[in-house]
């Protein structure tokens, strides 16, 4: 094992990434108006309770295909990790999100939306702290990328969510 990974095989800078983007978020979430939360910004976008929920489908996700199916991995661990960041960091793009992840139209609750990502966000952290994250996930594929590692994977999750940390910030300027 390399000095600079951790017993899963994670570099440690993106154990750090992961914990920051997390209070960013947490920050983001509690610095919301509660009656904002349901308000749609404008014609055709998520409320900011729509974009939470989001997250927490993706991390959920994210952690499912950390537990599942996995192989040895053939190539650098994390081929994929510059890439996954310079996509969702593109702000200026628009992606359709996957089907499992649209969230519903209905009323969220900002303290419920904060314990449930507070759980799930304990939850990768643990995963990524116990398991071998040079592994193959094999439960799904990354659109134009193919199988992911577990550290892949763990990189989406941290970029995916800045990603919704900044949509969230701009859903709040609106009001």
């Known amino acids: 094992m390399k000095d600079n990974l951790t017993a899963g095989g994670l570099p440690q800078p993106l154990i750090i990434l992961l914990d920051a983007t997390v209070n960013e978020l947490m920050q983001g979430i509690a610095s919301s108006n ?5 308000r749609t910004p404008c014609e055709g976008s998520w409320t900011a309770g729509q974009n939470i929920e989001h ?9 499912a295909l950390l537990t599942g199916p996995v192989k040895d991995t053939n190539r650098s ?3 994929y990790a510059k890439a996954i960041k310079e996509l969702f960091l593109d702000f200026n793009a628009k992606y359709p999100s ?8 209905k009323q969220y609750d900002k303290n419920e939306l904060i314990a449930a990502l507070n759980s799930l966000f304990q939850s990768l952290q643990y995963q ?7 592994d193959t996930c094999l439960a ?3 659109p134009g990328m193919g199988y992911l590692t577990r550290l892949e994977w763990a990189t989406v999750a941290v970029y ?3 990603r919704h940390i900044h949509q969230l ?7």
Request: with cysteine.
């Open 77 to 79: 661990p994390d081929q």
């Open 128 to 134: 990524i702290q116990t398991l071998e994250m040079t």
């Open 160 to 162: 995916h969510t800045q």
């Open 55 to 63: 997250v927490r489908l993706s991390v959920l996700g994210t952690i």
């Open 140 to 142: 799904a594929e990354f």
């Open 169 to 175: 910030a701009k859903i709040k300027k609106c009001f």
């Open 98 to 105: 996957a089907p499992t992840l649209i969230p519903a139209n």
């Open 34 to 38: 509660p009656e904002d939360i349901n």
